[in-house]
């Protein structure tokens, strides 16, 4: 599985010459240091100018890149040895693409919550892709609900292409299941911090999602439908893509004009697959700038300000008929 883009190409190319170089002047003894230098120069130059002006469908494509960090490797990054994983909706089963559990933000107890998605083919079989079935949601909600009970606010990470649309899944409510958690989060009395990491597909996104506020990084989507669904649904081509990609309005920066997003949250040059750990350490200042007035507020007033929040998104026109 490539883990290389093709609008990536000149930046690929330099590194190698850099390793080389490196190779050559730690194996040679050489002092290769103002090649080396010049090159690693270039090489960020050259970041800033594509990361720039990335398109709607790259922008996809780094969304879904391979080694981007996942829930569990920005748990294992923000809470260390002190987050214990729980399983299980305690009506069905347990569902590996939802991962959650207590762990710690700093000095702030928390409940983690977020979808899992591998980083080989193996595992991501094993995680359904990021794909949720019905009983993840449920045990998401399950996690809510004890957070709420034992007064621990709730982190969660997104990143889904979008709920399990198989048969199995629709048996046991699948509908029902993303509803339910729109309907009873809207009542979860502590602060809800919501990350878009990767890829927000649709209510499989959605359905954790209902949070007091929603971060969104510079290199992740957020959408209705994903943009081959949206391409096979309009024109019936699935080629068609990068064309829904960019209809879709799917990245931060119109997410953020239309009210859906609270604040866009820059990645690592090149981004975050290219350096986790200073990912993970944005999400750690996020919560620990925005957590705190939320934990001020009365369940009253937290509830009521989700409830405004929610109403007030989105832009539209209605003029009059004469």
């Known amino acids: 599985m490539s883990r290389d883009f093709e609008f990536e190409k000149p930046i690929i190319e330099l590194e190698a010459r850099l390793n080389e170089l490196q190779s050559i002047s730690e194996n040679g003894k050489i002092d290769l240091s103002k090649e080396i230098n010049a090159i690693a120069e270039k090489i960020n130059t050259l970041k800033e100018e594509i990361y720039t002006e990335l398109e709607p469908w790259q922008v996809t494509q780094v969304a879904r890149h391979i080694d981007r960090p996942s829930t569990l490797d920005l748990i ?16 069905y089963s347990d569902d590996s693409a939802i991962v959650a559990g207590p762990g710690k933000i700093g000095e702030h107890k928390v409940m983690f919550i977020g979808h899992q998605k591998g980083h080989d083919t193996e595992e991501n079989i094993f995680r359904n892709f990021g794909m949720p079935h019905p009983e993840g949601y449920r ?6 609900k004890m ?5 621990l606010p709730v982190v969660i990470f997104i990143d889904t292409p979008g709920a399990f ?15 339910r958690n729109l309907a009873e989060m809207s009542q979860i009395g502590v602060p ?3 990350f878009v990491t990767g890829e927000g597909g649709s209510g499989g996104a959605l359905a954790i999602s209902v949070g007091d506020r929603i971060f969104m990084f510079e290199y992740s989507v957020y959408s209705v439908i994903s943009a081959e669904g949206c391409a096979a649904i309009l024109w019936n081509d699935p080629l068609k893509s990068q064309e ?14 239309l009210g859906i997003i609270d ?9 975050a697959h290219r350096n986790p750990a200073q990912f993970a350490d944005t999400i750690r200042q996020t919560v620990e700038k925005y957590l705190p007035p939320l934990l001020k507020l009365s369940r009253e007033e937290l509830l009521e300000q989700r409830y405004s929040k929610f109403r007030s998104m989105g832009k539209f026109s209605c003029e009059e008929e004469l």
């Open 244 to 257: 829904a990609a960019k209809a879709l309005k799917m990245r931060a920066q119109n997410l953020k004009e």
């Open 165 to 179: 649309p198989g048969i199995g899944a629709e048996e046991r409510g699948q509908s029902e299941a993303i509803a």
């Open 263 to 271: 604040e866009i949250l820059t990645e690592p040059l090149g981004g």
């Open 139 to 144: 045990k998401a909600l399950r996690m809510m």
């Open 76 to 91: 294992k990054f923000l809470s260390h040895d002190d987050f214990v994983e729980l399983h299980g909706d305690r009506l």
């Open 147 to 151: 957070a709420d009970r034992f007064n």
């Open 192 to 194: 809800i911090l919501c």
